[in-house]
């Protein structure tokens, strides 16, 4: 596992390196994703692939605007997104949301495979977004296979330089792990990710235990990923998005042809009263580009033990390289950060 060590003169409490102040002595993940933002204000944008089972949930829609938000700041650059399902309507979705954000030409791969889920799936609104607003990848049937183009992207950059979100099911992750080599790269699955990633940012399992959607859909997936992932794994649990609520100013905020405001606006659960969804995914992308901030303090010592059924518990043991995050300040503040980017209008069109 590649470890990355800061000059102790770097490591100051109070800052994005807050938790790892607090408790560990296995803090790469927290000191790598240090890094990151540091570098990333001074010279480049964070590099960020997203894996996102858009259609099930709003949420999946929120974090691509936040992405597309960081990425109109120069902050990020967005290298692919991913779906991990069978459904053709998740890719043209995606294509919908970069479009509207003005970079329609984003790779989008979507899943080959014929891994059943163990659990029902939705299309809330990817159809409902397709129908109604500007794209040109009119099925995911003609979007390439996501372990190809992962390994086709990851292949091209520059060492320890991508951080991918995965805010649904780790399917393609555990595939990209067990790939072998191919026209894009002679290395394994898990050592070309060994090489090109940074960190894994994800939306998945509760903290201190859990028995969460995203990790029991595909159980052996979540498990292969937090057993032989071989960089950092930072997690936001279902606890973190419980309790930030964001959506309503999507309604009276965003532009009319928003296809984020469109995914809320369609999407059952959002509560029929405050017009507030849970902000899981938001979380995770959050995390990945701004780092702790004040937003949260990291757990990091010890690892997120996934069973075959996919209920997850932290233990006590630092043989890998995982943390999670625990909110540092009200919900309702880190809502509005969120709710902030969810409802700003894309930059080529703002006056
Ligand atoms: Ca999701």
């Known amino acids: 596992m590649k470890k990355i060590t800061l000059p102790v003169s770097l490591i100051i ?3 994005i390196l807050l ?21 990333t204000s001074a010279t480049k944008p964070i590099k960020i692939i997203l894996d996102s089972d ?11 605007a936040i992405m597309h938000q960081f990425a109109d700041k120069g902050e990020v650059e967005i ?8 459904d053709p309507m998740g890719a043209p979705a995606m294509d919908v949301i970069n479009t509207y954000y003005g970079r329609p030409d984003i790779p989008i791969g979507t899943y080959k495979g014929n891994f059943k889920y163990r659990g029902e799936l939705w299309d809330h609104y990817n159809t409902k977004l397709a129908n109604k ?8 049937k003609d979007a390439p296979d996501a372990i190809a183009l992962y390994r086709q992207i990851l292949a091209k950059q520059e060492d320890t330089s991508v951080v991918i979100v995965a805010v649904g099911p780790e399917r393609l992750l555990a595939d990209l792990l067990k790939s072998g080599p191919d026209d894009y790269s002679q290395l394994s699955g898990r050592d070309l990710v060994k090489q090109k990633v940074k960190m894994l940012s994800v939306m998945g399992a509760g903290f201190p235990k859990g028995d969460e959607w995203n990790i029991k859909i595909a159980p052996d997936a979540s498990k292969l990923v937090a057993e032989t ?3 950092p794994i930072v997690y936001s649990g279902n606890e973190i998005g419980q309790a930030i609520r964001t959506g309503r100013r999507l309604l009276t905020e965003a532009p009319e042809n928003s296809p984020v405001r469109a995914s809320f606006e369609n999407h059952p659960f959002v509560d029929s009263v405050t017009k507030d969804r849970q902000s899981w995914d938001q979380t995770a992308m959050l995390f990945a580009v701004q780092g702790t901030q004040n937003n949260w303090k990291l757990e990091s010592n ?14 006590q043991n630092t043989d890998k390289d995982h943390s999670y995050l625990i909110l540092n300040r ?12 969810m409802v700003a209008p894309p930059a080529s069109t703002k006056k």
């Not at 560990?24 to 570098?39: D, L, P, Q, R, Y």
């Not at 099930?56 to 929120?62: E, G, R």
């Not at 290298?79 to 069978?86: D, N, R, V």
């Not at 607003?133 to 995911?140: A, E, S, V």
């Open 13 to 15: 409490c109070g800052s």
């Open 330 to 341: 009200p919900a309702a503040e880190v809502a509005k950060v969120i709710e902030d980017l």
């Open 54 to 64: 858009i259609g099930q949930d709003c949420d999946d829609a929120a974090a691509m």
């Open 302 to 315: 010890g690892f997120n033990n996934i069973d075959e059924t996919g209920k997850n518990e932290w233990r």
């Open 133 to 140: 607003f500007p794209h040109d990848l009119k099925t995911g």
């Open 229 to 231: 992932w071989p960089t």
């Open 79 to 86: 290298l692919a997104t991913m779906f991990p399902m069978q």
């Open 19 to 39: 938790g790892s102040c607090q408790s560990k002595s296995n803090s790469s993940a927290t000191e790598n994703n240090a890094t990151s933002n540091s570098a």
